[in-house]
């Protein structure tokens, strides 16, 4: 069974700040990686993913994620925080194997501080 | 549209009685998800539909839920019967087939179904 684990329900940054959100995953085989944004009321947006190739993968708004294979992790990065992000985030895994069903974390809210 | 299309996008429903949600896909998208977000919660896969395959439905939470897609397009989910715990925001995502852009899904903006 394939999963995925966003170890922090909240992540607080200063505006300016680099951020981190974490994720981990669990698959048979090789894996499909995304990261969503939800904004309040809203659905999800995507915001990058990780097929094959380079590990630093690049998306909208300024966020990239590294692929660490050994690690089966796929955190989501920033440079410097804006409060335009504060949202709820979701690390996604898909085996690329065959099963089709795409696995989200429980979210993580990044609240990012004026 | 250009996005995937829910309607209802709120539902306020009393106990016991059935609803149905709707779900448009994006255009020549072949593959079609349920999920549902509770409120706190992350998103539970509900069913999967692929082309004329035969529907994932393994994430169906009881017998009072079920699916269709006609001519590989439009969605419905039905709720019988329903329970306050059925309260949640039930989003609809679409996958193209292809190459390349075929491994991302993207999502409607959800229809809010509160049951009293």
Redesign the interface.
Known sequence: AQSVAQPEDQVNVAEGNPLTVKCTYSVSGNPYLFWYVQYPNRGLQFLLKYITGDNLVKGSYGFEAEFNKSQTSFHLKKPSALVSDSALYFCAVRDVGGYQKVTFGIGTKLQVIP | GAG?SQSPSNKVTEKGKDVELRCDPISGHT?L?W?RQSLG???E?LI?F?GNSAP?K??LPSDRFSAERTGGSVSTLTIQRTQQEDSAVY?C?SRSSGTGDG????????SWLTVV
Not at chain 2, 103 to 110: K, Q, S, V
């Open positions: 995937v593959a998800y999920y919660q992350g998103l896969f999967y692929q994932d393994s994430g989003l995502a491994n991302t899904i993207y999502f409607g903006e959800g």
